[in-house]
C-alpha cells in the first residue's frame, strides 16, 4: 500500500544554518537531517551551486565547526575551488 506523504521523516534543520559572509561573499550555509539519520553540511554559492560535504555529522555543531574550519583553513574562495573540481 502507498504511504502517506505524512509517513516521512520529518527534515530537522540546524539553528546553524543560515547566511555567512566573509570578504564580500556571501554563502548559505544548510546542515539539516532526516530524523534518525546523520547530519548533512551543505554550502550554497552566490549562484546557487550548492556544494555537500561526502561525510555525514554526529552532530549539527560537528558539521557547524567543519564549515568554519574549512573557511579558516582555505578562506571562502573554497566554493569556487571545490565548484571547478566537480565540473
Request: proline share 5%; hydrophobic share 35%.
Amino acid at each position: 500500500h502507498m504511504s502517506d506523504i505524512g509517513d516521512d521523516p520529518p527534515l530537522i534543520v540546524s539553528r546553524h544554518s543560515g547566511t555567512f559572509t566573509r570578504n564580500g561573499i556571501t554563502v548559505e550555509v544548510r546542515i539539516y537531517r532526516i530524523a534518525g539519520t546523520n547530519w548533512t553540511l551543505e554550502v550554497v554559492d552566490p549562484e546557487n551551486n550548492p556544494i555537500v560535504w561526502d561525510d555525514g555529522f554526529a552532530t549539527d555543531d560537528d558539521a557547524h565547526a567543519e564549515f568554519l574550519r574549512t573557511i579558516e583553513s582555505e578562506g571562502i574562495a573554497f566554493i569556487y575551488e571545490t565548484r571547478s573540481e566537480l565540473q
